[in-house]
């Protein structure tokens, strides 16, 4: 393992923020992984491309954070982000143009900047929430109406795959989707603060899930990774165009939206990840 995370040296002290840092420790390791391999090129981009995606989503859950409680260095801290995803996107684009592209700088430099941004940057925010007895909720709510139970919906609707890292995720899109749903549901001037910042995790955190669901299919040979494949791409492109119309200056999220991307979640988990677990089954059965 390249970076490993030690509680004492890399907590903050918000479980949820602790998680995420976590979450791109495990993909800098797998990064980090491919220094084995003769050619890598191919499997960098792909992993390079769900690090930008996390780090997207990592991000504009801080953000929304830091704007919540209202942290005094925010904007400070959002230009700090914005210098690390730039970074990446070059990174990223270089390779595709096939500019000479070697892993280990890479990793050295994200490396010592996340562990520098957590340990210098966030700890600053984490200690003026503590100062300020701030109970600080990344998924909190936008609007003050009494939100349904997440948890309780995942009961109801019986959206468990029983494959722990999948189920995970999905209960983290769930919990996106409340926050965009919440938008509906809040005045003008607190949608037009947080709807930029609550499409664009959902944006991100789909893309860098879907990457994770298809990476896990094909390792187990599902014959429907196709079909997969396609209908995240349907998602994608709906949020994608939503996205177009808000720079247009819409910046109004209309029940058509927000049903559209409750329905297709609940449904692509219940039928068609659903399918992915059945056969999951199938094939332990006949293993043994
Ligand atoms: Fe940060
Ligand atoms: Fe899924
Ligand atoms: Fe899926």
Redesign the pocket.
Known sequence: MFIEWNKERHSIGIPTIDNQHRELFVITNQLHDLLDKDQYQEEAIKILKRLYAYTNYHFASEEGLLREYSYPGFSDHQNIHKTFTNKIKETLEGIRQKRNFSLAPLLDFLVEWILKHIQVEDVKYAAFFKESSIETDVNFSVSDQKRYDVLDQWEKQKLHLEIVG?DNQ?KELIYILQQTNDLQHTSDSRRKIYLPIIIKKLFYYSQF?FSY?EEHMAKNGFPLLKEQQESHKTFIREILNFAEEYKKGIISLTDEIILFLKDWTIN??LTE?KKYKVFLESDKEIQS
């Open positions: 999948i999905h899930h669901e692509h988990i990840d």
